[in-house]
């Protein structure tokens, strides 16, 4: 996916490791309440349904601010732009810390997703203006900061969850809040800004058919992706029960860390070649009839561990092919500045993952705990329909135009998290 490099990406300024440190803990952000949502249901006197709203709020938060960030980045600067994400991600995790109820997290991590939309998307472009050894060198810290932010959310968050369900809370605000420091210091302000992005740019980029039918097909996509990820933690810890192995924090950490390092393998170093091989509409639904039966199978295999386990890892491998296949799909789909499709198609994906994340709970609840798992699994087979019902119009996204390295990294900034 990246460009060869040019030279050791370890060699880079002080501000150029000082904005990637500060983009693996926002990373981490993604799965990190995932080992606690079981703690805080049961020591806050929270049903299941009411603890996944903890990602809906954020997802539903962070979609919708993507659609103004590049807006907003264009007309405060990057450095700006930077600490006002920051800033809102230490106080509202802080916040979730000290929270005493689940609807005052719930409301927390709504105000943690403006500031992860507002840095995350900034960060990319601040990293390749400032690395040395050129832009892919800059893209492949990126990526290896994307990975090991998703890879060690989860653990991180089972170790600290296993001492209390605040401890995630407080460690991402004391981390964040180290990085906020490290970009007052050693980040210079940019002598020039970016051209502004009008307000309506993103709103205006749907009206292209091939990214709406792209949109349409992420946000069923994205269902799948946050019913295993939303919903996960609480069918394995029913089937540890059901064979008296405790699974708690530190367990939950470990299955989703391994379901976050098989997403950062598989996004990087396998979806590449599977694309250069079949094309970019063949990874995506092979891919997505697979994952259709991984959920399937999850479904079936809701009461045993050893199934839940492997589904989850299994999730895993099936997403990082399909995030960074679909996203390099949205750059080639139009001809609108990519930093626009990109986060307009962003804004549209993550209110599936919201909806998935609301609709859990009650499934499970009120039909049966398969339920979430055949619902996703619906969700991805209509995803493969879209693509089915769309694949002449999408027929572009095939054709082996040359990528521009800034412009895909961008995407991967805002598409993949």
């Not at 962070?62 to 700006?80: D, E, H, I, V, Y």
């Not at 302000?189 to 307000?199: E, G, S």
């Not at 839940?308 to 609108?336: C, K, Q, S």
Request: a neutral charge; charged letters at 10%.
């Amino acid at each position: 996916m990246s460009a060869p490099t040019q030279g050791s990406i370890l060699q880079q300024p002080t501000s150029v490791w000082a904005v990637a440190f500060a983009a693996v803990i926002a990373f981490m952000g993604i799965g990190l309440v995932d080992p606690i949502l079981p703690a805080i249901s049961a020591q806050l006197d929270a049903t299941p349904s009411q603890a996944m709203l903890l990602f809906t709020s954020y997802l539903v938060i962070t979609g919708l601010a993507m659609f103004f960030t590049s807006w907003a980045s264009s007309r405060w600067g990057a450095k700006l732009t930077l600490i006002i994400g920051l800033v809102l991600i230490v106080a509202f995790a802080a916040a979730a810390g000290s929270a005493g109820s689940v609807d005052q997290i719930i409301g927390f991590r709504a105000g943690w997703g403006l500031g992860n939309a507002l840095f995350i998307s900034t960060a990319l472009a601040t990293i390749v203006g400032a690395a040395s050894g050129g832009v892919a060198s800059a893209i492949i810290l990126y990526e290896a900061a994307l990975g090991l932010g998703i890879a060690t959310g989860p653990l991180l968050g089972g170790f600290l969850g296993g001492i209390s369900w605040r401890g995630p809370f407080f460690g991402t605000a004391g981390l964040m809040a180290i990085g906020l420091i490290l970009i007052l210091v050693l980040l210079p302000k940019p002598h020039t800004r970016p051209d502004p992005v009008p307000l309506s740019a993103t709103v205006k980029a749907l009206r292209h058919p091939s990214l709406m039918a792209l949109a349409v097909t992420a946000i069923f996509y994205n269902y799948g992706f946050f019913s295993l990820l939303a919903y996960s933690p609480f069918p394995l810890e029913a089937a540890g029960r059901a064979v008296g192995v405790e699974i708690g924090a530190h367990e939950l950490g470990l299955v989703f860390f391994g379901w976050g390092l098989a997403l950062a393998i598989t996004s990087v170093f396998v979806a590449p070649p599977l694309i250069m091989k079949w094309g970019r509409i063949r990874v995506l639904m092979g891919t997505l009839v697979v994952l259709a039966l991984a959920l399937g199978m999850l479904a079936v295999g809701v009461g045993s561990l050893v199934v839940m386990i492997i589904g989850v890892v299994v999730g895993g491998l099936l997403f990082g092919v399909l995030n960074t296949t679909l996203t390099e799909a949205v750059m080639e789909a139009t001809d609108l500045p990519r930093s626009v499709a990109s986060s307009t198609y962003s804004g549209v994906r993550f209110l599936g993952g919201a909806v998935a994340a609301a609709a859990a709970g009650p499934l499970a609840e009120h039909v049966g705990a398969a339920t979430p798992y055949w619902v996703g699994c619906g969700a991805v087979l209509a995803a493969f329909l879209v693509l089915v019902a769309t694949r002449s119009a999408l027929a572009v996204i095939d054709q082996r135009a040359e990528e521009a390295p800034m412009d895909e990294a961008m995407a991967v900034a805002t598409g993949d998290c």
